[in-house]
């Protein structure tokens, strides 16, 4: 009875994104993605027009509250893969690379944790996956995580394999379609060969392929972006819900402690405190994993935490990279279950399913709670680190078993 109510419970959140998601072709984030690929494709600069208007004139409903497009040139060029076409068709076609990318996922994480989960237990981490908020909103907008969360854990699993090169050139085109997988990039170089075998291959590989991929999606583009799209997105992302990270909290933190009385300079001068505090989070996973790491598993999960934990911007959506992490988990606690191992496994997926819950009516009415409510996935994300904090020096995966090491 437990299969079939997991199999009814996959199936219903199934049918609720299919008769949801043909309602979402003409809004929000596919809408910029789209448009912002049309004008490249036209050899205009993406960059320049005013979104709003070229908007509408392809039919979409947009905010004016991002005028301008705000992604990397790298993630223009791939969906103008899809972009040549009608709006309705491109997002179709971009509903299936979602799909095979969360396939690809849900592999490579069966591949990676093979014999170490249950039949059911894997069959239930599929059911909690595709119910969950961050898939269901993943598909919602229309976004590209999923895609970048498969290269990532390609990438480890070449690493875990010994294809360390292969494995920094996977993470370091993640790192170039969206900026923030680029912090896991350290570590695979570091990390990507037994006892450090084949470093610099693996360092040549990693700057090769970022050279290659941005000498080839333009770097006139690039200039554009980052002249153009930082300021958007420095200006649009710390206030707001939805976005949980350390330097959100402490950005909202400042802004609630000063009230209207902020002015414009001081919330600029305080984003940058809290990018700095970003920083120290993402400092702080790689110092653990320098003075305690025995365990690659267990330090490639930490630093997925840390990356998410520590980035200036991370919506709800960004949570598929979490999939892996929480496989692991239930991986490492099989036969060890106990009634408080089990609430706190319970309470740790409920934290992380209220993505929404601070743009409830009722919990907008109140600052504070407002305040609480929204860092509650965050929360929920820094108890899964440190879960892999516990874990690290244990020797739970020593090193790779892979007799290519260094490749």
């Not at 069959?123 to 907008?141: E, P």
């Not at 949980?244 to 209207?260: D, E």
């Not at 809290?274 to 993402?282: D, K, N, P, R």
Request: charged letters at 15%; proline letters at 4%.
């Amino acid at each position: 009875m437990l299969d079939v109510g997991a199999g009814l419970i996959a199936l219903v959140a199934m049918g609720r994104l299919a008769v949801a998601l043909p309602s979402r072709v003409f809004e929000w984030d596919f809408a910029h993605y789209y448009v912002s690929s049309r004008l490249l494709l036209e050899g205009k600069n993406p960059y320049g027009p005013d979104l709003e208007t070229e908007s509408r004139q392809l039919g979409f409903v947009t905010s004016d509250i991002i005028p301008r497009a705000t992604n990397p040139p790298s993630l223009l060029w791939l969906v103008a893969t899809v972009a040549w076409a009608p709006p309705r068709a491109a997002f179709w076609m971009w509903t299936v690379l979602q799909a095979m990318s969360l396939a690809a996922v849900l592999g490579l994480t069966k591949v990676l944790l093979r014999g170490r989960l249950s039949t059911r237990a894997w069959w239930f981490l599929c059911t909690g996956v595709i119910s969950s908020q961050a898939v269901c909103y993943h598909f919602w907008f229309g976004q590209a995580q999923l895609l970048l969360a498969a290269l990532v854990l390609g990438g480890f699993a070449c690493a875990k394999r010994g294809y360390g090169a292969t494995a920094c050139a996977l993470v370091i085109a993640a790192g170039v379609v969206k900026l923030f997988p680029l912090v896991l990039v350290p570590w695979f170089v570091w990390r990507g060969g037994e006892g450090g075998r084949g470093l610099w291959r693996r360092v040549g590989a990693a700057v090769a392929t970022g050279f290659f991929l941005t000498a080839a999606t333009g770097w006139k583009l690039w200039n554009e972006f980052f002249r153009v799209a930082t300021s958007i997105v420095n200006d649009f992302a710390p206030r707001r819900t939805f976005n949980f990270t350390v330097p959100s909290l402490v950005m909202n933190v400042y802004a609630v402690m000063v009230g209207k009385g902020a002015s414009v300079v001081g919330l600029h001068e305080w984003w940058t405190v809290a990018e700095a505090t970003g920083l120290v989070v993402i400092a702080a996973g790689y110092w653990l994993v320098w003075t305690r790491g025995d365990d690659r598993e267990a330090e490639f999960c930490l630093l997925c935490v840390a990356m998410l934990a520590g980035s200036p911007v991370t919506w709800g959506h960004y949570f598929v990279f979490l999939i892996f992490p929480l496989a692991v988990t239930v991986a490492r606690l099989r036969g060890k279950w106990t009634a408080a191992r089990i609430a706190g496994f319970g309470s740790l997926l409920v934290a992380l399913n209220v993505l929404d819950l601070a743009g409830r009516t009722w919990v907008k009415q109140s600052l504070v709670l407002l305040m609480v409510s929204n860092y509650i996935p965050l929360a929920g994300a820094i108890a899964l680190g440190c879960l892999f904090v516990a874990w690290l020096g244990s020797g739970g995966e020593r090193g790779y078993a892979a007799p290519s090491a260094g490749k």
